[in-house]
T-cell receptor, first 111, second 113 residues
């Protein structure tokens, strides 16, 4: 099983709807990173969370790290077709350079 | 802004060929990484370099080697390409060892026939 589980694996929403993607670790998260990937392209960095309870926002995307630092959620408000892509969480679970990544959530937004 | 570039977006090679993938970053980052990305498996670390001429094996180094002669450039070498090395290859860089954001290049999609 994956050390970093993302859910759901895929999501189709109507434009304007809100949505949440979750990232759960079996280990303590020293750092949690959210990326967006357009199909067939590289990863674009969105946000980094390090402290339990931390919340960050970028435009209509908000990410939170829970108090126990083992789960993060990414919330998109009023989704738009430009939000479509694959969202990946990456995590530092060992306090070193070695990150692990979830397998991604594929988001489609219908206009 | 951090910029990580990769030499090719798409490559088609034959089994047994030696393949070079190059990555360049312009932010004076110490760390550079090579990953491969496969459906259902996510990103897996192949090799990591924390300084010029220094390297460490990642989770799946077999069949690959790397070279870092200059701080800004990190090359991935497939000594003898095989069909199971068909994949998306992603390069990343970051500033220090731990808890620093890794910034990724656009990726190279490699097809080995």
């Amino acid at each position: 099983s994956q050390e970093l589980e993302q859910s759901p694996q895929s999501l189709i929403v109507q434009e304007g709807k809100n949505l949440t993607i979750n990232c759960t670790s079996s280990k303590t998260l020293y750092g949690l990173y959210w990326y967006k990937q357009k199909y067939g392209e590289g990863l674009i960095f969105l946000m980094m969370l390090q402290k339990g309870g931390e919340e960050k926002s970028h435009e209509k995307i908000t990410a939170k790290l829970d108090e126990k630092k083992q789960q993060s959620s990414l919330h998109i408000t009023a989704s738009q077709p430009s939000h479509a892509g694959i969202y990946l969480c990456g995590a530092d679970t060992s306090g070193t350079y070695k990150y692990i990544f979830g397998t991604g959530t594929r988001l489609k937004v219908l206009a | 802004d951090v910029k990580v570039t990769q030499s090719s977006r798409y490559l088609v090679k034959r089994t047994g060929e030696k393949v070079f993938l190059e990555c360049v970053q312009d932010m004076d980052h110490e760390n550079m990484f090579w990953y491969r990305q496969d459906p259902g498996l996510g990103l897996r670390l192949i090799y990591f370099s924390y300084d010029v001429k220094m390297k460490e094996k990642g989770d799946i180094p077999e069949g690959y080697s790397v070279s870092r002669e200059k701080k800004e450039r990190f090359s991935l070498i497939l000594e003898s390409a095989s069909t199971n090395q068909t994949s998306m290859y992603l390069c990343a860089s970051s500033r220090t060892s731990a808890q620093e954001t890794q910034y990724f290049g656009p990726g190279t999609r490699l097809l080995v026939l």
